[in-house]
Structures are given as structure tokens and as C-alpha cells.
């Protein structure tokens, strides 16, 4: 059955960088996109961006440019995701989630497996 | 400020029926129907329960339905139950840079 394992709590100081994982297993990692999506205490969910397990390209919201880094390891099937200079509006939950599939990389524009979520906490 | 509009918060009693909206834009709702709906629970990870407008995954009960009229979504649950108390989350494809957005998110309160 499709998986995805994520990684324990961080805490990380304001300005430092903290990294979370996501192993996925039960189905084949290349053939499908994965997103990660936070969602800050008592709030909705935010998009933050998509990636290609294939080839490791992925497209980030605009507020994220430059300061979250997707990268994967294709010989484990995890995606990790990376956020830099840490700020105190960063603390929530972090979810990666797999996007369906109509084919082989053919999106089909929804969210059929999450993780179980990841709590990051930025705070000196 | 989410881009899609979601009502905060939706109440009926046990057995009624309740519909959750979603306002979009020409970008994303009115222009495709790429609209999915997701269930989240107090401390769980959101589930699937809509995709395409108005398909449910298998598993998931034919007590809730979807539909789309324009820019508007709609999520409507029959015959409310206690265990359908949660928040609900539409999202959406969107021809813009963003690419996905979600609704603000609606909680749904079983009176």
C-alpha cells in the first residue's frame, strides 16, 4: 500500500536552515509528482510547491522562491525538503503529498496520499 | 489570504444537509475542473475526498457529492453524521504561476 513516512519534529534557530524527509513506498516513486504543503497552527493549507522525482526540476510558490530547496534520492524513494533562514512565521506543519496520476508523470491536479506531517518550530 | 473563498465555518444537525462553496477566479475554478476536496480532523493529515469536481476516491462515502457552477465549488454533505465534524479544504489547479492554490477552509460543526 502507498506510503509516505516523514520525517521527526525540528526545532531550528531563526536564520538556520532545517530539513525534512519523506520516504515513499508501496508504488513506483519516479512515475508520480510530489508537493509539499505547510499549514501554520490554526490555519489553512499553503502550497508551497511541486516536484519531479524523475529528474529533480521543481516549481516553488512565488513566496518561497529562493529560500526552499526540493531535492530527492531516487535509490532511497524520499523526497527532502529544505528551508532556509528560518523565520518565526515559518512554524507549522510541513505535509509532502503525492499527486494522482492519469500516466506515467501525467498530473491529475490532486493530493491522493499525504505524509503524516512534519512539526517544524522556529524559535531561538 | 487564501485565493479561493471558503465560508469559516458551516453547522448542521445530525442527518441534515450542509453544502460548503469555494470561489475562485477564471485561472482556476471557472476555467477547469481540476477542483478536489479534502477532509482534515483535528491533528491528522488531510484526506482526499472529491477530485475532479465531483468524484469520489473509492472508500469514501456517497453521502458527500460535488459540483460546480462558474467560478463556485461546492461540497455537499447528506445526512450529516457526529464523525463528519472536521475542516474542509477545496483546492484547485490554476493556469497562473502559482500553479495550486487552496480555499481558506471551512469547519464543519455537527450540531
Known amino acids: 500500500q502507498v506510503q509516505l513516512q516523514q520525517s521527526g519534529a525540528e526545532v531550528g534557530r531563526p536564520g538556520a536552515s532545517v530539513k525534512v524527509s519523506c520516504k515513499a513506498s508501496?508504488?513506483?516513486?519516479?512515475?508520480?509528482?510530489m508537493h509539499w504543503v505547510r499549514q501554520a497552527p490554526g490555519q489553512g493549507l499553503e502550497w508551497m510547491g511541486i516536484m519531479n522525482p524523475r529528474g529533480g526540476s521543481a516549481t516553488f510558490a512565488q513566496k518561497f522562491e529562493g529560500r526552499v530547496t526540493f531535492t530527492r534520492d531516487t535509490s532511497t524513494s524520499t523526497v527532502y525538503m529544505e528551508i532556509s533562514n528560518l523565520k518565526s512565521e515559518d512554524t507549522a506543519v510541513y505535509y509532502c503529498?503525492?499527486?494522482?496520476?492519469?500516466?506515467?508523470?501525467?498530473?491529475?491536479?490532486?493530493?491522493?496520499?499525504w505524509g503524516q506531517g512534519t512539526l517544524v518550530v522556529a524559535s531561538s | 489570504q487564501s485565493v479561493l473563498t471558503q465560508p469559516a465555518s458551516v453547522s448542521g444537525s445530525p442527518g441534515q444537509s450542509i453544502t460548503v462553496s469555494c470561489t475562485g477566479t477564471?485561472?482556476?475554478?471557472?476555467?477547469?475542473?481540476?477542483v478536489s476536496w479534502y477532509q482534515q480532523h483535528p491533528g491528522k493529515a488531510p484526506k482526499l475526498i472529491m477530485f475532479d469536481v465531483s468524484t469520489r476516491p473509492s472508500g469514501v462515502s456517497d453521502r458527500f457529492s460535488g459540483s460546480k457552477s462558474g467560478k463556485t465549488a461546492s461540497l455537499t454533505i447528506s445526512g450529516l453524521q457526529a464523525e463528519d465534524e472536521a475542516d474542509y479544504y477545496c483546492a484547485s489547479y490554476t493556469s497562473t504561476s502559482a500553479l495550486r492554490v487552496f480555499g481558506g477552509g471551512t469547519k464543519v460543526t455537527v450540531l
Open positions: 503529498a503525492r499527486e494522482g496520476a492519469t500516466g506515467w508523470l501525467r498530473p491529475a491536479y490532486y493530493y491522493d496520499f
Open positions: 477564471s485561472s482556476d475554478i471557472g476555467g477547469y475542473n481540476f
Open positions: 508501496g508504488y513506483s516513486f519516479t512515475g508520480y509528482y
